[in-house]
């Protein structure tokens, strides 16, 4: 039998919880040539080890990569006032900053979304509404609609993009999908 592995190759990094769970997942090849890779894999490991879970839901953009699709799911809550689904975005790769935008659609589903895109200092309150304060840029979407949000940023930053069924409109625990074009333009 050939051996298809040669030595020094590139592996892909997985970071396994003491009960087999899957804390993080870095791809060799998402690496962008030119950051400092240690650097870059301690904070990987540091997130990781923090519950982050970063390769898992959560992207990275950068100027090889600066744009990406996602299709998740969105819930009324059933307990409490809302129900995240959490995208974290990375856009440290873009020192100089740039523009970010969202392009956000709904499913044919029942549930009606509310999207939020804040820091990832901030976590989004499940029990209360999202203050003004934390909120960098939102949205309103009815089933089968579209929109965009945009923001502007001075520097590459880590942000959290949080989407909910509207409580308040939808019985508890609808669903519908939802898909976000995500990507940044650089300064």
Same mark, same amino acid.
Request: hydrophobic share 35%; aromatic share 12%.
């Given at each position: 039998?050939?051996?298809?592995?040669?030595k020094?190759?590139?592996?892909?990094?997985?970071?396994?919880?003491?009960?087999?769970?899957?804390?993080?997942?870095?791809?060799?090849?998402?690496?962008?040539?030119?950051?400092?890779?240690?650097?870059? %894999?301690?904070?990987?490991?540091?997130?990781? &080890?923090?519950?982050? +879970?970063?390769?898992?839901?959560?992207? /990275? $953009?950068? #100027?090889?990569?600066?744009?990406?699709?996602?299709?998740?799911?969105?819930?009324?809550?059933?307990i409490?006032?809302?129900?995240?689904?959490?995208?974290?975005?990375?856009?440290?790769?873009?020192?100089?900053?740039?523009?970010?935008?969202?392009q956000?659609?709904?499913?044919?589903?029942?549930?009606?979304?509310?999207? %939020?895109?804040?820091?990832?200092?901030?976590? &989004?309150?499940?029990? +209360?509404?999202?203050?003004?304060?934390? /909120? $960098?840029? #939102?949205?309103w979407?009815?089933?089968?609609?579209?929109?965009?949000?945009?923001?502007?940023?001075?520097?590459?930053?880590?942000?959290?993009?949080?989407?909910?069924?509207?409580?308040?409109?939808?019985?508890?625990?609808?669903?519908?999908?939802?898909?976000?074009?995500?990507?940044?333009?650089?300064?």
């Amino acid at each position: 039998m050939e051996n298809r592995f040669k030595k020094r190759s590139p592996v892909d990094s997985f970071v396994i919880s003491p009960e087999f769970e899957l804390m993080g997942k870095q791809q060799v090849h998402k690496l962008e040539r030119g950051i400092n890779r240690p650097k870059y %894999y301690y904070k990987f490991l540091m997130n990781a &080890l923090a519950g982050k +879970e970063p390769g898992l839901g959560n992207i /990275v $953009l950068s #100027r090889d990569e600066p744009s990406q699709i996602v299709l998740d799911v969105l819930k009324t809550p059933v307990i409490g006032y809302a129900d995240y689904t959490v995208i974290v975005i990375d856009t440290t790769a873009f020192e100089k900053g740039g523009k970010l935008t969202i392009q956000i659609e709904t499913g044919r589903a029942d549930a009606e979304g509310y999207f %939020y895109l804040v820091d990832d200092d901030d976590d &989004l309150p499940t029990t +209360e509404f999202v203050t003004k304060d934390m /909120v $960098l840029a #939102r949205a309103w979407l009815e089933p089968e609609e579209a929109a965009q949000i945009e923001y502007s940023f001075a520097q590459g930053q880590i942000f959290k993009f949080g989407a909910t069924g509207c409580n308040y409109r939808n019985e508890k625990g609808n669903t519908n999908a939802f898909k976000v074009s995500i990507s940044v333009a650089e300064n």
